[in-house]
């Protein structure tokens, strides 16, 4: 069992950055491959990112590619998400998700843990 929190949401404006934080418990974080997906009122829960257990292997999805940035550190059991030039479309909900696995799951139905959600919203 794995308990994530998320933190690090807010109100900015378009163009802003913001990092998103996500702490795990237990001691066996390292060996579990991590994501970040958003949801949007009316919407369905999208892929952001995803990294593998090592940090070696990421996955964008093309919207947010080249602007996120997802990142681990196994000593503090946490995994980021750096969000630059944001956009009032990045608005949503934004939940970190877990799942035993040597692979860097893009759905959410891989993933079998999940935090309860921190909000971002982008103002133009």
């Known amino acids: 069992q794995v308990q994530l929190v998320e933190s690090g949401g807010g109100l900015v404006q378009a163009g802003d950055s913001l990092t998103l934080s996500c702490v795990a418990s237990?001691?066996?974080?390292?060996?579990?491959?991590m994501g970040w997906f958003r949801q949007a009122p009316g919407k369905e829960r999208e892929f952001v990112a995803a990294?593998?257990?090592?940090?070696?292997?990421?996955n964008y999805a093309d919207t947010v590619k080249g602007r996120f940035t997802i990142s681990r550190d196994n000593a503090r059991n946490t995994v980021y998400l750096q969000m630059n030039s944001l956009k009032p479309e990045d608005t949503a909900v934004y939940y970190c998700a877990a799942f035993r696995t040597i692979m860097v799951p893009t759905t959410p139905d891989e993933y079998a843990y999940w935090g309860q959600g921190t909000q971002v919203t982008v103002s133009s």
């Open positions: 237990g001691r066996t974080f390292s060996t579990y491959a």
């Open positions: 990294i593998s257990r090592s940090g070696r292997t990421t």
